[in-house]
């Protein structure tokens, strides 16, 4: 979506900067690019622009001069688009839009929906973003779920930025884990038979495992007892890894979360990816010999040292699959890789950085987006969890107990790279304390005010046919100086890959539209002499965070019907940005609560 008031600024800043090269007032040979962005303090005004300070070495004048000669031209050439332009030292141009100039942006979003806040900025380059890559040795915890709530939203700010996205789930069905679950599996299906079992020390003892193991006892019946343990364990290592497999599919399912592709590990050792990937690194002399393993030359691409790719016995290492995995990944035409990792998985990316970059690609084409822990809290008393001693909270206890909205809400509230604290009686709070359920009612409450508008035959208009003025007031301004915002935070949310900020910027709008919503009437009262049929739309957050409380002090106000008029069409535009952003998030915006 075009920022129009910013190319508005930008246009008039180079219409002068060409004025003043033409009339020989600077001596410049072209024109440079131009930067606005709003300044770190709003009293300073709506834009800032540096670029007196970029032309001044150029130029040979002071930039604090250059600037004044700018802020004069706009003056005299733009008034009708400026109410004010400062000039701030060492040089910077602060320029104050004319109020009505802003009404554009509700337009903006009138006109274009859904689709307000989106871009062409990505211009189609092919991105494949892998996250989640659980094993399939365990169903999906709450360090999951906010992998996979960050990498949705990701696929989703990308997407909107116009970004081509392929979402993918990297299936870790081969090498030492699987084989620990299946003898883990194979040791509580014996003793599902009563017969005597050593169960592996550094085996998964969760209650899923017994679970697992009665499955495999109810369709193979006591057939598992007669083959070899090599054998039996294989086996209920495939079994069991496929179901854990179909739980984490479900999981995400009800999570909300899709892929476009599910690649098996084990692919790369069927179709002798592996052997051809270190194959090719050996023809670049960046695999290398030493005591019969077979080492790969990481350090020449920024690694601290180098890294077995193929061990004495021939056997691979965990690298050698992800290189050959991040080669398959590069073949397929991809301009940017984007991994999800916990944040355990630091000390990989060098090795990672030195692969992509020794198949001949820029180390920029991979992205590694890395996640912190979560821990989990009952009313401010954290839960205790291990994973290997089977002792954690799952992802789908935490959808079945506060819902999938309100999970990926808190899942996405931080920095990814932040530790995260999960509240789970906050986030089943219906009260301004539960941040999802602020910014989910500030939505539903405008749902609410446009019924009862309708119920009572009040049109709800367009931007275009009501009275301006009325809509540029200190507050309602601010308010459209906050949606002007939005298309701002998509993009900077997806090119850092930080959808943390559109949360942030959400909690904002929704407290600045209920501060409006509680301060002003938008329907005129039906009966104010008596003081009934009140619409309802005063109801407000009280001070126990709970709704219901009357905002006695403004029951009385008489609206008229331009003002009526005036303030639904902005709140109409509100309510739109609201639901254009839950929807990045994957977060629904319901009309009623």
Known sequence: MEKFLQNQVIEAIAVILGRVKESGEL?????????????????????????????ASQVRQPPLKLAELLAAGLRAQFSDVFVQVNVAPP????????????????????????LYGTSDIGKGKRILLEFVSANPTGPLHVGHGRGAALGQAIARLLKSSG????????????????????????????????KL???????????????????????????????SSDKAETLCAQLASQMLLDRIKEDLDTFGVEFETWFSETSLHTTGLIQQSLDELRQKRLLIEEEGAWWFRSSQFGDEKDRVAQKQDGSYTYLAADIAYHRQKLERGFDTLIN?????????????????????????????VLVQMVSLRRGGQKIEMSKRAGEFVTLREVIDEVGPDAAKFF??????????????????QHSSDNPVYY??????????????????????????????????????????????????????SALALEPHRVTFYLQELAAQLHAYYN?????????????????????????????GAWNQELRYESVSPDLTAARLALLRQVQTVIGNGLALMGISAPEKM
Not at 164 to 183: H, K
Not at 205 to 225: F, N
Not at 459 to 488: C, H, N, S, W
Not at 519 to 535: A, I, Q
Request: aromatic share 10%; proline share 4%.
């Open 163 to 194: 970004f081509s996205v392929f979402s993918e789930y990297y299936i870790n069905d081969a090498g030492r884990q699987l084989q620990l679950l299946g003898r883990s599996v194979y040791a509580r299906y014996r003793e599902h038979w009563g």
């Open 519 to 547: 301060k002003n009437r938008v329907l005129p009262s039906l009966d104010p002499e008596m003081n009934t049929g009140d619409t309802g739309e005063n109801i407000k957050f009280g001070a126990s965070g709970n709704t």
């Open 197 to 227: 079992s050593s169960f592996p020390e550094d085996g998964y003892h969760g209650d899923y495992v017994k679970i697992v193991a009665g499955s495999v006892a109810k369709t193979h019946g006591q057939t598992l007892l007669d083959d």
């Open 340 to 368: 999800i990792w916990g944040a355990d998985h630091h000390g990989y990316i060098p090795r990672m950085e030195a692969t992509v970059q020794a198949f001949g690609f820029a180390k920029e084409a991979l992205r590694i």
């Open 91 to 114: 040089g910077f141009l602060n320029l104050t839009l004319h109020p009505l100039r802003w009404i554009q942006v509700l337009r903006m979003i009138q006109d274009n929906g859904s």
């Open 439 to 492: 910014v989910q009612y500030a939505h539903a409450r405008l749902a609410s005010l446009f019924r009862v508008a309708q119920e009572r035959q009040i049109r709800l208009p367009v931007i275009q046919d009501v009275d301006q003025a009325l809509l540029i007031q200190d507050e309602e301004l601010g308010l459209i100086k906050t949606l002007a915002q939005y298309p701002f935070v998509v993009e900077s």
């Open 27 to 55: 001596s410049l040979d072209t024109i440079p690019t131009i930067v606005v962005e709003p300044p770190k303090r709003p009293e300073w005004g709506d834009f800032s622009c540096s670029v007196a300070m970029t032309l």
């Open 411 to 428: 899942f996405l509230m931080r920095r990814a790279d932040t530790h995260l604290d999960f509240d789970l009686e906050l986030a089943k």
